[in-house]
Nanobody, 119 residues
Framework: EVQLVESGGGLVQPGGSLRLSCAASGFTFTSYYMSWVRQAPGKGLEWVSAINSGGGSTSYADSVKGRFTISRDNAKNTLYLQMNSLKPEDTAVYYC????????????WGQGTQVTVSS
């Protein structure tokens, strides 16, 4: 059974930091590009960041560039998102998603973890 399980969300003050994790199982993690996607209240899905299967290439949305860092540990089948200098507009449910190399659409999604940035 394929599973992507996010953790690490919570309530944080503006300017604070959180580290999200996504534990993967049931598929060959090293064959998949991984992404973080978020959904703010009342809004659609927003792509946040992506990392290739080996971890050597990353990309970010302009809204988070310089503040967020994506990484992965292929030995632990785990994806991470380090979020610094958080802003209220970062409040959202954060999902990790897996896309097979060369595929256009995501194959697997996690259940999401809530991040709330508020004083």
């Amino acid at each position: 059974e394929v599973q992507l399980v996010e953790s690490g969300g919570g309530l944080v003050q503006p300017g604070g930091s959180l580290r999200l994790s996504c534990a993967a199982s049931g598929f060959t993690f090293t064959s998949y590009y991984m992404s973080w996607v978020r959904q703010a209240p009342g809004k659609g899905l927003e792509w946040v960041s992506a990392i290739n299967s080996g971890g050597g290439s990353t990309s970010y949305a302009d809204s988070v560039k310089g503040r967020f860092t994506i990484s992965r540990d292929n030995a632990k089948n785990t994806l991470y998102l380090q979020m610094n200098s958080l802003k209220p507009e970062d409040t959202a449910v954060y999902y990790c998603a897996a896309r097979y190399r060369g595929a256009v659409e995501y194959d697997y999604w996690g259940q999401g973890t809530q991040v709330t940035v508020s004083s």
